[in-house]
């Protein structure tokens, strides 16, 4: 079975600071990871995905992941966050195929000016 | 993307009552559908997997007759938590997938049970 690990319930930041939020997994068998990111009151976005090929995968809005097999992890990284950046960010990871996904406890960028 | 649906966003209801809540794929067709339970400031809780025409399954502690899941057409899945309790507010959220090589996952808007 898969874990996933966010140990940062809640990263703040100052607007236009790196950010790092931390996820790291465990799981016997290949995984796809992914990084979504929740709005208040909202249901949840895809921002990234990790399936094959290059490690390192990045989104429309600047943000990026880096896949690191031998640390079990797929850390999410921003160079300079926004304001509207501030939601509820989670890790999740399935068996490669898509069956069930497995979620993180999420952690919360709160991103102030 | 693909676009998922969810209906009603929020619901108040008496303890007691039955609540439906529907999740509808809009712009794919979807075989699978996944059910989830957030509580406040905590994960995503898999309850169940619903599948086109044929019994949900559902995960480890999830009460079956508790919470009725359909999923009667390739692109509406419904929950039904019947004779609500208080302990069953909670955001529930449906996801479903798109059925492309890569099989990703697209949420609905959630729906916010409140049972008084």
């Known amino acids: 079975a898969q874990s996933v690990t966010q140990l940062d319930s809640q990263v703040p930041v100052f607007e236009e600071a790196p950010v790092e939020l931390r996820c790291n997994y465990s799981?016997?068998?290949?995984?796809?990871l992914f990084w979504y990111v929740q709005y208040p009151n909202q249901g949840l976005q895809l921002l990234l995905k990790?399936?094959?090929?290059?490690?390192l995968v990045e989104s429309i809005n600047g943000f990026e992941a880096e896949f690191n097999k031998s640390q079990t992890s797929f850390h999410l990284r921003k160079p300079s966050v926004h304001i509207s950046d501030t939601a509820e960010y989670f890790c999740?990871?399935?068996?490669?195929?898509?069956?069930?996904?497995?979620f993180g406890t999420g952690t919360r960028l709160l991103v102030s000016p | 993307g693909a676009v998922v649906s969810q209906h009603p966003s929020r619901v108040i209801c008496k303890s007691g009552t039955s609540v439906k809540i529907e999740c509808r794929s809009l712009d794919f067709q979807a075989t699978t559908m996944f059910w989830y339970r957030q509580f406040p400031k905590k994960s995503l809780m898999l309850m169940a997997t619903?599948?086109?025409?044929?019994?949900?399954?559902?995960e480890q502690g999830v009460e079956k007759d508790k919470f009725l899941i359909n999923h009667a057409s390739l692109t509406l899945s419904t929950l039904t938590v019947t004779s609500a309790h208080p302990e069953d507010s909670s955001f529930y959220i449906c996801?479903?997938?798109?059925?492309?090589?890569?099989?990703?996952?697209?949420f609905g808007e959630g729906s916010r049970l409140t049972v008084l």
């Open positions: 990790y399936l094959s090929g290059s490690t």
């Open positions: 999740a990871v399935s068996q490669t195929g898509f069956q069930k996904l497995v």
């Open positions: 996801s479903a997938r798109v059925p492309t090589n890569t099989g990703e996952l697209f």
């Open positions: 799981s016997s068998v290949s995984v796809y």
């Open positions: 619903s599948n086109e025409g044929s019994k949900a399954t559902y």
